[in-house]
C-alpha cells in the first residue's frame, strides 16, 4: 500500500459518516488516474425513508445475520451508490480503483466486476467468501488494507 491508497481510505471512512444505515457505515470512493471519480454511503434511495429516520433497523427487527438476505433492507450499498452515482452523472469508471470501508458483498461483486473496475481495497472482512471467489475468477485485484 502506499501514501494515496492510505488517503483514499481515510476518505471511505468520511463518507461512511454520511451512512443513514443504523447496523453499519460503510463508505466507498471510485477513484482513476488518483482522482475521484464517485463516492457512495450505505443509505436509502431517494425518497425512501432511511432507517435512520425510521428509528429502527428492518434487519435487525427481523433477526437477519449479517451477509444475509440484502433485498431485506431500506438501504442500498456504499459500492452500489457509487457505481450509481458514475452512472448517473455519465463517469467513466472503466479500469478504476474502489476503495471501501468493507469488503463487498456477492451482488456488490457483480455489480464492480461488470462495471469494468479493476481493483479493490477494503478495510473490514465481512462474511461473505463467494465475493472473493467472484473476484479471482474475473481477475479483480482486490487487497485488504492494512494500517502501516
Given at each position: 500500500?502506499?501514501k494515496?491508497?492510505?488517503?483514499?481510505?481515510?476518505?471511505?471512512?468520511?463518507?461512511?459518516?454520511?451512512?443513514?444505515?443504523?447496523?453499519?457505515?460503510?463508505?466507498?470512493?471510485?477513484?482513476r488516474?488518483?482522482?475521484?471519480?464517485?463516492?457512495?454511503?450505505?443509505?436509502?434511495?431517494?425518497?425512501?425513508?432511511?432507517?435512520?429516520e425510521?428509528?429502527?433497523?428492518?434487519?435487525?427487527?427481523?433477526?437477519?445475520?449479517?451477509?444475509?438476505?440484502?433485498?431485506?433492507?431500506?438501504?442500498?450499498?456504499?459500492?452500489?451508490?457509487?457505481?450509481?452515482?458514475?452512472?448517473?452523472?455519465?463517469?467513466?469508471?472503466?479500469?478504476?480503483?474502489?476503495?471501501?470501508?468493507?469488503?463487498?458483498?456477492?451482488?456488490?461483486?457483480?455489480?464492480?466486476?461488470?462495471?469494468?473496475?479493476?481493483?479493490?481495497?477494503?478495510?473490514?472482512?465481512?462474511?461473505?467468501?463467494?465475493?472473493?471467489?467472484?473476484?479471482?475468477?474475473?481477475?479483480?485485484?482486490?487487497?485488504?488494507?492494512?494500517?502501516?
Amino acid at each position: 500500500m502506499d501514501k494515496w491508497d492510505k488517503r483514499f481510505m481515510r476518505l471511505t471512512e468520511e463518507v461512511g459518516d454520511w451512512a443513514s444505515c443504523l447496523r453499519r457505515k460503510v463508505g466507498a470512493i471510485i477513484v482513476r488516474e488518483k482522482r475521484v471519480m464517485a463516492t457512495g454511503y450505505n443509505g436509502a434511495p431517494a425518497g425512501i425513508k432511511s432507517c435512520t429516520e425510521r428509528g429502527v433497523c428492518l434487519r435487525e427487527q427481523l433477526g437477519i445475520p449479517s451477509g444475509t438476505r440484502h433485498e431485506l433492507c431500506f438501504a442500498a450499498h456504499a459500492e452500489q451508490n457509487a457505481i450509481i452515482q458514475a452512472a448517473k452523472y455519465g463517469v467513466n469508471i472503466d479500469g478504476s480503483t474502489l476503495y471501501c470501508t468493507h469488503q463487498p458483498c456477492v451482488i456488490c461483486a457483480k455489480m464492480i466486476i461488470n462495471a469494468g473496475i479493476k481493483r479493490v481495497v477494503y478495510k473490514e472482512g465481512y462474511p461473505d467468501e463467494f465475493s472473493m471467489r467472484l473476484f479471482g475468477e474475473a481477475g479483480t485485484v482486490i487487497e485488504k488494507y492494512e494500517e502501516e
